[in-house]
């Protein structure tokens, strides 16, 4: 199985200053016939299910505010939460989609105000 | 505005079938290039893909090979829901269980129903 790794385990930050995850895959996630990067990014807060908020690494899901932003390709790539607002405090996930039926999941960032 | 409704009980006894259903509102649970997945997350195993089912001109199947042995995913198209079976349930098999639905094209989860905490226990 593809082992995804997110770092850091968790962070503080300031309101209105910018989060950084970073996601790792233990073997590139990146489709060569189409360009395609099979990552998805997802945020959980206490009680509720995951939220899609990105996919194909960098496409944002309709709704999702456009201060969330993914990038990378291959095997690193990187959620950013600009101007972090009260309400994005939450777990984020990675998750790669490019094995089938074998995909898998980062075990998690926590994102808390300072 | 398509939606995911869990059912199913919260306890179930060591080796005995685990049994969820996952009704749908605003989809088919029959239309083609729709996956219905099950995904279920417990704090010593973080979020875990099961199996899924999907119509493309027949039914299709995948399973986790962790699972693969014990579980059943079944479709109900005249009640447009599906299911999930775990068979010979253990402790390990505790957790928070998902039915959601894929991006079309993509297997990002974009439906995701509202969690089911199952205990198993004696």
């Known amino acids: 199985d593809i082992v995804m790794t997110q770092s850091p385990d968790s962070l503080a930050v300031s309101l209105g200053e910018r989060a950084t995850i970073n996601c790792k895959s233990s073997q590139s996630v990146l489709y060569n016939s189409n360009n395609q990067n099979y990552l998805a990014w997802y945020q959980q807060k206490p009680g509720q299910p995951p939220k899609l908020l990105i996919y194909?690494?960098?496409a944002r899901e309709s709704g999702v505010p456009d201060r969330f932003s993914g990038s990378g390709s291959g095997t690193d790539f990187t959620l950013t939460i600009s101007n972090l607002q009260a309400e994005d405090v939450a777990i984020y996930y990675c998750?790669?989609?490019?094995?089938?039926?074998?995909?898998?999941f980062g075990q998690g960032t926590k994102v808390e105000v300072k | 505005q398509v939606q995911l409704q869990q059912s199913g009980p919260g306890l179930v006894k060591p080796s005995q079938t685990l049994s969820l259903t996952c009704a749908i509102s605003g989809d088919s649970v029959s239309r083609n290039r729709a996956a219905w997945n099950w995904i279920r997350q417990s704090p010593s195993r973080g979020l875990e893909w099961l199996g899924r089912t999907y119509y493309k001109s027949k039914w299709y199947y995948d399973y986790a090979v962790s699972v693969k042995s014990r579980i059943s995913i079944s479709p109900d198209t005249s009640r447009n829901q599906f299911s999930l079976q775990l068979n010979s349930v253990t402790p390990e098999d505790t957790a928070v269980y998902y039915c959601a639905r894929e991006l079309t094209g993509s297997a990002a989860f974009g439906i995701w129903g509202q969690g089911t905490m199952v205990t198993v226990s004696s």
């Open positions: 194909w690494a960098s």
């Open positions: 998750q790669q989609y490019y094995s089938t039926s074998t995909w898998t």
